[in-house]
Nanobody
Framework: QVHLVESGGGLVQPGGSLRLSCAAS????????MGWYRQAPGKERELVAVISSGGSTNYGDAAKGRFTISMDNAKNTVYLQMNYLKPEDTAVYYC??????????????????WGQGTQVNVSS
């Protein structure tokens, strides 16, 4: 069983900053990638940023130049530093991770896990 716990959302004024965190816990054997997606009302869920355990990153178009993703492998935690926030960044931000767990049988299983989401509101 794996749990992803997000924190750091809230209300911020346009131009402000927020830092999201997501910690993975459970029977983790290895983590391939961790990342952030977001979903605004009436819109589809979209990629914000993803990072591999080796440090390779990929950003969605809306995040390029303003957001930075980082990962602490020792803590199984991913961070999203969001700067110069705009009202259109308002959304529920979801943490996602591709994780391999070890079952009681010794088998290794890899799944995509999701957090519950954290609300980010950018408004004056």
């Amino acid at each position: 069983q794996v749990h992803l716990v997000e924190s750091g959302g809230g209300l911020v004024q346009p131009g402000g900053s927020l830092r999201l965190s997501c910690a993975a816990s459970g029977s983790i054997f290895s983590i391939y990638t961790m990342g952030w997606y977001r979903q605004a009302p009436g819109k589809e869920r979209e990629l914000v940023a993803v990072i591999s355990s080796g440090g390779s990153t990929n950003y969605g178009d809306a995040a390029k130049g303003r957001f930075t993703i980082s990962m602490d492998n020792a803590k199984n935690t991913v961070y999203l530093q969001m700067n110069y926030l705009k009202p259109e960044d308002t959304a529920v931000y979801y943490c996602s991770a591709k994780i391999t767990t070890v079952q009681g049988t010794g088998a290794h299983l890899t799944f995509d896990y999701w957090g519950q989401g954290t609300q980010v509101n950018v408004s004056s």
